[in-house]
């Protein structure tokens, strides 16, 4: 008992909601290993390397696709992006209603509220993602605030509620075909500095080359969800 009292501590210390110590694995029968919930949520390991030009939306998720099949993750995956102007498009909108699991099967969010936070008591609740769950399609950790080089600005465009911006400033590298011109709103993967502690919604870039997203502590990496 002491030792599970120990165990309790030392996860809420480290910052994990505590409704999610228990959700990680389905319950299996009596004698039966726990099955490995299949992986649905990824940081791509990799940017397209032409800052955020994405090629679109479509680009960014045929990216995720790619990654995904080279990590026998099958799925439809989409990639966490939103887009402005005619026929914006939000980023929420694309990846389903969960729930979503990482490389080793544990629970990123049980649906897309709780992802965001969109309720009070879903904001109390909160989502488990950080340094230590927001893994890569190879189940790596991305470099956050302490290393180097610090890696941990995602690429969404989106508010924190995971919507389009409505005003006119440009969050999405226009549209993500932008390596130059333009700017693009980052999450944290770490959920560290920034003010915030945002996953999804953090601060601007300098700008859209793969340089300014290697300046601002990036690498045009971007969130990849497989919908449920």
Same mark, same amino acid.
Not at 178 to 192: P, T, V
């Given at each position: 008992m002491k030792v599970m009292r120990s165990m309790f501590a030392v996860l809420i210390v480290a910052g994990v909601p505590t409704a999610y110590l228990f959700a990680q694995q389905p319950a299996a029968p009596a004698g039966q290993p726990a099955a490995r919930q299949p992986m649905s949520f990824f940081i791509t390991s990799v940017g397209k390397g032409d800052g955020a030009n994405l090629g679109g939306l479509a680009g960014a998720d045929a990216h995720c696709a790619a990654l995904a099949k080279a990590a026998n993750a099958p799925g439809d995956w989409k990639a966490y992006l939103s887009t402005q102007g005619a026929g914006a498009v939000s980023a929420r909108d694309r990846i389903g209603k969960g729930p979503w699991h990482n490389f080793r099967g544990q629970v990123i969010s049980t649906d897309i509220g709780i992802l965001h936070g969109d309720t009070i008591e879903q904001a109390r609740i909160g989502n488990p993602l950080g340094k230590q769950l927001a893994l890569t399609e190879k189940g790596e950790l991305v470099n956050g605030v302490g290393d180097k080089p610090n890696q941990h600005d995602i690429l969404t *465009?989106? #508010?924190? /509620? *995971?919507?389009?911006?409505?005003? #006119? @400033?440009? %969050?999405?590298? +226009? +549209?993500? #075909? =932008?390596? =130059? @011109?333009? =700017?693009? !709103?980052? *999450? %944290?993967? /770490?959920? !560290? *500095?920034g003010g915030n502690s945002s996953w999804n919604s953090t601060h601007a870039s300098k700008g859209c080359s793969q340089d300014n997203l290697i300046g601002t502590g990036g690498a045009g990496l971007f969130y990849c969800f497989a919908v449920k």
């Open positions: *465009g989106s #508010t924190a /509620d *995971g919507r389009a911006y409505t005003d #006119t @400033a440009d %969050h999405t590298c +226009n +549209n993500w #075909t =932008s390596n =130059s @011109a333009g =700017s693009a !709103q980052l *999450g %944290h993967s /770490d959920k !560290q *500095g």
